[in-house]
């Protein structure tokens, strides 16, 4: 056992771990971080689309089942900065009618037990942090803000600012998409961000991406109180006899097994493998998992429904930053639609490496230069709703199963169908080609990019694992920053929200640690 004891331990370095961190750090407080990879290297093949989307480089090489005992591979990445390395950097709020009850084709979105107003200041300061480029105002469906964006919109490259002019005289409203870079678009030679085809699904060999290594877990390492410890995997968080208390965790690190105490114990490996912690640290007070009393953890996990797809345009698409345009005019029900559809976004620009290995090497070199050449690639995200059935449990061996069987399906079709009848405004052929290289898998179960929901909060614990603080009702000093936290999904990347929490939550614990928040 380490004889040494923290103030505060955290348990992955992503988003909200990255996040917490920063905010503790100046606090003086003795902070140790945990995070079960390393640190991505940094090499040639960081931009190589053979080798991050065919050969799967930089995913966690880990073995997963589905609900029917079938292996495979999740799209899941352990890394110093958590998926956030691999992340497209868009950084969407969640609309304000998110935290409210919203009634969906299947069923109903559960609001939240805060509302847009409590997270609002919280955004803010991550847009900030994170460096996020956009224009204010331009989103019809965007909360509140008085505050511009701290940064510029990216600006589109050609064929991408003749999209949104098609788009715009077909009577729809797109919008620059809120993109966390280190861009500086009017000093180019001084921009840490080069503006490259490799973001969206790639880590950034110049380290311009505003992931949670870079902006979070970088400069708190600077403060000697935080301590970072790489390769170490969490097995299990002890209790006290009694059970209301998180006293250690047993740590496997370089074939070995060490004991970490801490008076504060956070989990933020993402909403999956938090989960999977809790389930696998049952003991005689907490026989089904630690904080589950209510029989939630685990339950209610959604990832949203995805879909890549491309379109292909009729003229050439020279884009190499595609990633700048978004689309919201579908996300609430309206006149044409009685419910919700979703959000559409541009993804990372196709190369001809992606569609050959779509095509299992079958598809000439030539031919698939012409497609990617021709490639309009799209991003449709649609709410899938909190089923308690749809679950993370563990095996007898500690192993991963994910149950989940995809719901609210009909709407996601409607908005596949509603681009695809914008193809002719838009300059396109009249059909859509699915884009499986950026799952890196065709099943969708393997999609884990935006999990989130098995650890939800709530003021009832009768019906929730966490408090309004993160707090799990049943251990005073257990707490969880992920995704885990969200009782609804929304139709927009959960980032931002992740990081704006992981800051709120921040605070709370700086009150309780008796140091305040005039550290920010």
């Not at 093949?45 to 609900?67: C, I, L, P, Q």
């Not at 008085?146 to 991408?160: G, N, T, W």
């Not at 790639?202 to 970072?228: E, G």
């Amino acid at each position: 056992m380490s004889s040494d004891r923290y103030d505060v331990m955290i348990i992955g370095s992503g988003a909200g771990g990255g996040t917490l961190a920063y905010r503790l750090a100046p606090s003086g407080k003795r902070i140790l971080i945990l995070e079960r990879g390393g640190y991505l290297p940094r090499e040639r093949e960081n931009w190589s689309a053979e080798a991050v989307f065919a050969e799967e480089r930089y995913k966690a090489r880990e073995t997963w089942h589905d609900k029917d005992g079938r292996p495979f591979r999740p799209g899941i990445h352990y890394w110093v900065g958590g998926n956030t390395k691999v992340y497209g950097a868009v950084l969407l709020r969640l609309r304000e009618q998110d935290f409210a009850t919203v009634r969906h084709r299947d069923g109903i979105s559960p609001a939240w037990p805060l509302s847009y107003r409590d997270f609002a200041p919280y955004y803010t300061e991550a847009e900030r942090l994170y460096h996020v480029h956009g224009l204010r105002g331009s989103d019809p469906t965007e909360p509140p803000c008085d505050e511009p964006y701290p940064f510029p919109a990216v600006s589109h490259e050609p064929r991408i600012q003749q999209l949104a002019d098609d788009l715009a005289r077909a009577g729809h409203r797109p919008f620059p998409l809120p993109v966390g870079i280190m861009l500086d678009e009017h000093r180019a030679q001084d921009s840490h961000c080069i503006r490259c085809s490799t973001c969206d699904g790639f880590p950034c060999l110049v380290q311009a991406k505003a992931d949670a290594h870079v902006v979070a877990i970088k400069p708190s390492l600077q403060y000697p109180n935080v301590t970072l410890l790489t390769d170490a995997y969490v097995e299990r968080i002890e209790t006290s006899a009694t059970g209301r208390e998180a006293t250690e965790v047993v740590v496997r690190r370089e074939g070995e097994i060490a004991r970490y105490r801490a008076d504060l114990i956070v989990a933020a490996g993402g909403a999956i493998n938090s989960a999977a912690l809790l389930l696998r640290s049952a003991n005689a007070m907490h026989p089904d998992g630690l904080a589950n009393a209510s029989g939630v953890v685990g339950r209610h996990y959604m990832c949203h429904n995805n879909s890549a797809l491309i379109a292909i345009s009729r003229q050439p698409n020279p884009t190499r930053f595609q990633k700048t345009l978004g689309l919201n005019d579908f996300y609430f029900a309206s006149r044409e639609e009685d419910f919700p559809l979703g959000h559409i976004q541009m993804l990372g620009k196709t190369d001809a490496a992606m569609f050959q290995g779509e095509a299992h090497g079958l598809l000439p070199g030539f031919a698939a230069g012409k497609l990617a050449a021709h490639a309009l690639d799209f991003w449709l995200t649609s709410e899938d709703l909190p089923n308690p059935e749809n679950r993370v449990l563990i095996d007898r061996d500690s192993g991963i199963r994910l149950h989940y069987t995809p719901n609210n399906l009909e709407p996601h079709k409607r908005l596949a169908q509603r681009l695809r009848d914008l193809l002719d405004h838009i300059g396109c052929e009249p059909h859509l080609l699915p884009q499986n290289a950026y799952f890196g898998t065709r099943l969708p179960i393997a999609g884990t990019g935006h999990q989130n929901g098995t650890i939800r909060f709530g003021h009832d614990p009768k019906s929730s694992a966490l408090d309004f603080n993160c707090r799990a009702h049943e251990i005073d000093n257990l707490y969880v920053v992920d995704a885990s936290f969200f009782p609804s999904s929304a139709a927009v990347n959960p980032t931002l929200t992740i990081i704006a929490n992981a800051l709120r939550v921040g605070d709370h614990l700086l009150d309780r640690l008796g140091t305040g928040s005039a550290q920010r």
